[in-house]
């Protein structure tokens, strides 16, 4: 590793020993090699040790100034010294680098800015507002939002797969709230499918509901609620958070504004699992919120993803729009409510289809029998898939069994969790080598975070996701020496497929792992297909070097486009 970049990201988990075995001995043997990278390392331990020293003893006055002194002498040195090039280790970033660590929290790290500095101000408040205390920035942040009395913002999901992979749903909503009136259109990408609107009315509200997609309409009256609507509840509520931050995030472009973050813990402010993790971007000129991520939240019967609320595209007004909340009732539109004609073409479909009565415990069990395993071996119409969490690899034969081409697909990213926080990463990268053993060539591809190709698991997970709408169970038998349970799945159940299209799964009656998926379907014109995912092996003892590409020698690099 000879990057000054690169070490720019692991500096600090090296100073602080988080590092890998791995990554600890390429930082070290570049550490050894590079004077200015170590001095840089010599300043950021001496920034921790004294930090440290204050937390510990501020209690003792005579202590907690020669740490003052220290911290303050070990920051002007970094000032004046250079750094190496490439590196980017001023006061400011490395102190956001270590707001960034669990094992110096953010109200830790304030009451060590105001005991060591006192009135010298190290970082411009004008520009870096967000280093001073958590109660000074949640006061700067509620003067800001003091004259909002309307608020548009859209909301939206993402689905989040077990393999890393993401989808954004392509149904979001955009929201106007004010004091007293509120409106939420709905859309499907970019086409508009439903708007409702909550009017005052009298002594009551009145609901609008448009439905585009149905072109129907409907009117009903209730009784306000007796709390008044405060259009930025939700937003000072993320505010009055700041002081249980886990983190603050580096600065990041959002609608082409530079914006901060702050991380927090659901669990910080209710029942929820340490899993669910919240994110709030703030403009770092207007001090707005610009953008709320609340990660790993579940999705009912879907236990295999999860999903990520996003709110953004804030706009803020000082006075309501009076327009956005007077209601439109297209002419032709009948007086009818959306759920109503929904429930009648639901009924009209499922008269049309079959269900079984699939145990409730099947999905749970299998998903659950699969969410340990670690790497697995398979194959896809003789194909031989070899697969693990963030690499794949692909082995092809022709008809006399011979190898003739391998594919490796390597995931990377900035953060290699299973689940990623950063599902927006810009870093996300997938790497395919493909050897054509024939051709004696080789090619190189690199797939960025808008499109790549699925991890394999994904493909064999998916159906599963769907077997409580099971057409039919079938009886029990024997694959492999394997007794199974099985069920048949047709595909119009999650889509726009033909009443062609048909799964055929069947799991280990003692373990719920596949043995056997089948996916059959009929062209247009007639073809039948098959797909055949068979001869699973869960978690078995693989070569290191399976999922690192191997070149031979003499073997020419060719255009993956040819």
Avoid at 8 to 23: D, H, I, K, N
Avoid at 58 to 72: G, Q, V, Y
Avoid at 520 to 542: A, C, I, K, T, Y
């Amino acid at each position: 590793m000879s990057d000054h970049s690169k070490i720019s990201r692991y500096l600090t988990a090296f100073a602080l020993g988080e590092l890998s075995q791995t990554m600890h001995a390429q930082v070290s043997a570049h550490l050894a090699q590079c004077p200015r990278c170590a001095g840089e390392l010599h300043r950021l331990r001496a920034l921790i040790q004294h930090t440290e020293r204050i937390r510990q003893t501020s209690a003792d006055p005579a202590t907690c100034e020669s740490a003052k002194s220290a911290i303050l002498q070990t920051i002007r040195t970094a000032k004046t010294e250079p750094s190496a090039p490439g590196l980017t280790f001023s006061p400011g970033k490395q102190w956001r680098i270590l707001m960034k660590r669990k094992n110096i929290k953010l109200a830790a790290a304030a009451i060590i800015v105001a005991a060591a500095l006192g009135a010298v101000s190290l970082w411009p408040t004008g520009s870096d507002w967000w280093l001073q205390s958590p109660a000074a920035v949640a006061a700067e942040i509620t003067a800001s939002l003091e004259t909002v009395e309307a608020l548009i913002h859209r909301e939206q999901a993402v689905f989040v797969r077990p393999y890393g992979s993401t989808h954004i749903s392509g149904n979001w909503t955009r929201i106007c709230q004010s004091s007293h009136a509120r409106r939420e259109d709905t859309y499907f990408h970019d086409k508009i499918t439903k708007v409702r609107w909550d009017i005052p009315d009298g002594n009551q509200v009145a609901k609008y509901e448009v439905s585009y997609e149905f072109e129907c309409y409907s009117i009903e009256r209730y009784e306000p609620p007796q709390q008044k609507a405060d259009p930025v509840q939700k937003l000072r509520f993320y505010v009055g958070l700041l002081e249980k931050a886990e983190r603050i995030l580096e600065t990041e472009l959002f609608e082409g504004r530079e914006c901060v973050g702050f991380e927090i813990k659901a669990s910080q402010y209710g029942n929820n699992p340490d899993s669910w993790t919240d994110r709030i971007w703030f403009d770092v000129e207007t001090k707005l919120p610009v953008r709320i991520e609340m990660h790993g939240r579940p999705i009912t019967g879907r236990p295999e993803q999860t999903f990520t609320f996003i709110r953004d595209q804030f706009e803020y007004y000082a006075q309501v729009p009076v327009e956005l909340f007077t209601p439109e009732i297209p002419e032709a539109f009948v007086n009818k409510s959306a759920s109503d004609v929904q429930k009648e073409r639901d009924a009209q479909n499922r008269a049309q289809m079959t269900f079984a009565d699939v145990p409730p415990d099947w999905k749970k069990n299998i998903l659950a029998a699969l969410q340990p395993i670690d790497t697995a071996v398979f194959l896809k119409n003789g194909v031989v898939i070899y697969t693990r969490p963030n690499a794949w690899r692909k082995d092809f034969y022709d008809s006399q069994d011979r190898l003739y081409i391998t594919e490796w697909y390597c995931v990377e990213k900035d953060d290699m969790a299973d689940t990623s926080l950063d599902f927006n990463d810009k870093n996300y990268r997938l790497n395919k080598t493909t050897v054509n053993y024939a051709a004696k060539t080789f090619t190189r591809e690199t797939y960025g975070a808008e499109s790549h190709p699925k991890h394999p698991m994904e493909r064999v997970i998916f159906p599963i996701g769907w077997i409580d709408q099971a057409d039919r169970i079938l009886e029990n038998t024997y694959i492999d020496g394997i007794e199974c349970f099985g069920l048949e799945l047709s595909a119009n159940k999650y889509g726009t497929n033909p009443d062609t299209a048909v799964h055929t799964l069947w799991f280990d009656l003692k373990t719920n792992l596949p043995v056997r998926l089948e996916f059959r379907s009929v062209s247009d014109d007639g073809v039948r297909r098959l797909q055949v995912w068979d001869q699973f092996q869960w978690d078995p003892e693989l070569p290191e070097d399976t999922f690192v590409p191997q070149i031979p020698a003499g073997f020419t690099l060719a255009d993956p486009d040819q």
